[in-house]
């Protein structure tokens, strides 16, 4: 666990952009709650996406991916998520479902990754299937802020893609951990009966 505090884990460009999202947070808020400048707060969120979109090119393709960013990342990722949905859901009560449902998962998620970290000392990345629920979810909040007077049916359709998609997104990671701790302790029985039998 003390090589996530290294300088080389924590002092890198894609680590950079991951705090400059968090420091976005503030500003989409002040933007959508005080000044009302919609257009303004989208611009600001989907500088944020970009930036994620560019973190993760940078940190492949120069090596420069690490246990902190990988723990850093998704936390910038899921308080911008959050902050959003729940600036939205102040005008659009239907979407006070989502913020239900995303903070389950975000718990459930949050206690996976912490058995993964002590038991295996491993930090896993971001998958596919999470990747996929982001852009769901940015995408369905750039059109609850762009058109505020959305037809009910639609608001409420939007809403349900948004919510199976969080279920679905879980339900891959719960698989995916699963698996992973299988996997892991038959790594560790198959260990423990060469070292006997040796």
């Given at each position: ?24 947070i ?87 990754g ?27 909040m ?5 058109f ?51």
């Amino acid at each position: 666990m003390n090589r996530l505090l290294k300088k080389d884990q924590i002092f890198t460009l894609p680590n950079l952009l991951s705090i400059i999202r968090l420091l976005l947070i503030p500003v989409i808020v002040y933007l959508y709650f005080f000044e009302k400048q919609y257009v303004a707060a989208v611009a600001i969120i989907l500088i944020s996406g970009l930036t994620d979109i560019v973190d993760g090119i940078i940190a492949r393709s120069f090596n420069m991916v690490s246990d902190f960013g990988k723990i850093l990342d998704p936390i910038a990722d899921k308080l911008t998520q959050i902050t959003v949905i729940f600036c939205i859901a102040t005008r659009i009560p239907a979407v006070w479902l989502l913020v239900g449902m995303f903070i389950i998962k975000e718990i459930v998620m949050l206690v996976m990754g912490m058995v993964a970290i002590k038991k295996l000392d491993s930090v896993n990345s971001a998958k596919w299937y999470g990747k996929a629920n982001t852009v769901i979810l940015y995408a369905a909040m750039v059109l609850f802020i762009i058109f505020p007077k959305m037809d009910n049916v639609i608001s409420s359709a939007i809403v349900i893609v948004c919510a199976v998609s969080l279920v679905l997104s879980l339900g891959l990671y719960i698989r995916f951990y699963h698996r992973l701790f299988i996997n892991s302790a038959a790594e560790n029985s198959k260990q423990t009966a060469d070292s006997l039998n040796n």
